[in-house]
Every structure is written in C-alpha cells, then in structure tokens.
C-alpha cells in the first residue's frame, strides 16, 4: 500500500494527531506492506514514521521533479 498525502495541519501539529492518525492507519492495515515518501529535511514526520517501524529504504533526488529529494520509507505491518 502507497500512503499519500499525509498531512496534519500545522496548528495542530506536536500534538499527537499524526501518531494516533498513523495509529488508526496501522491497525486497519496490519498485515501489509506499506510505503511512503517525505522530503528528507521534514525532521519530525521522518522521526514519527521511523517511531512507528517505517525505515528509509532510498532516497531520490529530484522526485516529484521540483528539484527537491525525497526518501522511501517502508514498513512492513505485520
């Protein structure tokens, strides 16, 4: 499964929305493999996903073609 678009508003960030939303995302999907891409300087959504068991299996540069990197993350949700 490809998550895309995960995003928590920045007034309610650092306030634990994104782990219970990930929470909820995890446990509907246990079992399968899931990945994700973020840009590599987005320090707290890497340390959440990592906090959560995802692990960057590459990073791209120039991605979305913006000139920007991003890295892969996976996890797999068994």
């Known amino acids: 499964m490809h998550l895309g678009g ?8 650092s ?4 782990r219970q939303a990930m ?3 995890l446990g509907i ?4 493999k ?3 891409v973020t840009h ?7 340390k959440l996903y990592r ?8 990073r791209k540069e120039n991605y979305w073609g913006d000139g920007e ?5 996976i996890k797999n949700n068994r």
């Open 23 to 25: 929470g909820l995302i």
């Open 15 to 18: 306030k634990g929305m994104g």
């Open 6 to 13: 995960f995003v928590i508003d920045p007034e309610f960030q």
């Open 69 to 73: 990197p991003r890295v892969i993350m």
């Open 34 to 36: 899931i990945d994700l």
């Open 29 to 32: 999907t246990n079992g399968v």
């Open 51 to 58: 906090s959560l068991g995802f692990e960057i299996v590459e």
């Open 40 to 46: 590599p300087d987005n320090v707290k959504a890497v």
